[in-house]
């Protein structure tokens, strides 16, 4: 009788805990919230007017798992899987949970070092998988024959959903020189490879001097020193002589905001308009150049349907101020930008706070930005990494632009 009336109190710690941290965390972002500003300066204010519900229908269900569930309870994982479910009920694909176990390495993610296999994720909502934006160029994936629009199946033999990504890049992660399997499906037919990790750094800014003096640079996402990375290239390319310059964003994935910002300060006359970035209560603020323009010459801009994020915000920025073309397809469409809050306990949470507009305020989220000219790559060319200059009809378009 003792040990079942320890047992009924145990019980009810248990929940009073779980009760408690889940209350912790809500207060947690709505303080952190308040009292933090963003990158842009914003202070943003969490309603709270919900958690007493909140709150009682956990307690009814844990009630309901307590009088009949058979198996044994692990009580830091109905924590954690509690938090990852309210916020994935906000139904965002951008936003989420990330545990204190994986924020470490979702930031050395976001500086552009790591050790893994050298691929860019996204959610694919159609499909519910985790689908390849682009392997890095060098990188095993890419030396494999992994391909941009490949869809993860499983990491190690395990299945993952799109709404496991985080979880599923921490797997593919590891020790340099360890191997891990990814299976994919590409099309109808699935393929299975077996990868060595290596360190992986991220996007170098790539450039050369094509024919007519015309300057190419590329690279594949905005992380820490790119703009500056940008920046020492063009110089180099404009020692050589360049007349023009081609940027190529094609199966760019976007990045820090702050380093396409810096790039579109290179090239725009002095307060011009960069983007707008409008919070949920409609408080707007207005990002624009501060600088004299360094780069002054004719520039064509490169995108597909793979170019998102940072890069629409470069591409629209150029676009709407008269100083680029754009040659290629469609933009993704992600014009909304995410923040990382911190949490005393020492996981995050990545939320979208702000959609952005283009100079000219258009709307760029689940729309995408129309090039000036569009031109699709020949249907023999499956993949535009590894696809051959002379074939390259975007390039060729670019090229003949930039005379």
């Not at 309603?47 to 007493?52: A, L, V």
């Not at 009949?68 to 899987?81: A, N, Q, R, T, V």
């Not at 934006?133 to 994936?141: C, D, T, V």
């Not at 709307?363 to 129309?370: M, P």
Request: glycine share 6%.
């Amino acid at each position: 009788m003792k040990e079942k009336r320890n047992f009924k109190v145990y019980k009810i710690i248990m929940l009073v805990i779980l009760v408690a941290f889940l209350t912790f965390l809500i207060t947690s972002i709505c303080m952190y919230q308040y009292f933090t500003n963003d990158q842009f300066g914003k202070k943003l204010v969490v309603s709270s007017q919900n958690n007493g519900e909140l709150i009682s229908q956990i307690s009814k269900y844990r009630s309901l798992i307590d009088k009949y569930f058979l198996g044994d309870i692990d009580e830091d994982k109905l924590i954690e899987s509690a938090i990852k479910g309210y916020i994935e009920g906000l139904d965002d694909q951008y936003t989420e949970y990330i545990s204190k176990e994986d924020m470490q390495d979702y930031l050395e993610d976001a500086t552009g070092n790591f050790v893994g296999i050298g691929i860019y994720m996204v959610k694919d909502t159609q499909s519910n998988r985790i689908m390849v934006l682009s392997p890095i160029k060098g990188s095993p994936a890419e030396k494999a024959g992994i391909l941009p629009g490949d869809l993860i199946v499983s990491i190690n033999d395990i299945e993952y959903t799109a709404e496991e990504m985080s979880v599923a890049s921490n797997k593919i992660k590891g020790e340099n020189g360890t191997t891990v399997k990814i299976t994919i499906l590409r099309e109808n037919e699935t393929k299975n490879f077996e990868l060595t990790r290596e360190n992986i750094r991220i996007n170098p800014v790539e450039g050369k001097v094509l024919q007519k003096n015309i300057g190419y640079i590329e690279f594949s996402s905005f992380d820490d020193g790119t703009a500056e990375e940008f920046k020492a290239k063009f110089e180099e390319l404009q020692n050589q002589g360049i007349k023009s310059l081609i940027i190529d964003l094609r199966n760019n994935g976007g990045g820090i905001v702050d380093e396409a910002l810096e790039i579109a300060d290179y090239i725009l006359e002095k307060d011009k308009v960069i983007l707008y970035e409008v919070d949920k209560n409609n408080k707007e603020k207005i990002e624009k150049s501060e600088n004299n323009p360094i780069i002054n010459m004719p520039i064509i801009l490169l995108t597909n349907e793979n170019t998102a994020s940072s890069s629409e915000i470069l591409a629209g920025a150029l676009k709407d101020n008269q100083k680029a073309k754009i040659v290629g397809t469609k933009t993704y469409g992600k014009g909304v930008i995410q923040q990382l809050l911190t949490l005393p306990d020492g996981s995050g949470l990545k939320i979208t706070s702000e959609e952005y507009l283009t100079p000219n305020r258009t709307k760029i989220n689940s729309i995408g930005i129309q090039p000036d000219e569009e031109v699709k790559l020949p249907d023999t060319v499956k993949n535009v990494l590894s696809v051959e200059e002379k074939d390259d009809t975007q390039l060729q378009k670019a090229i003949e632009m930039a005379k």
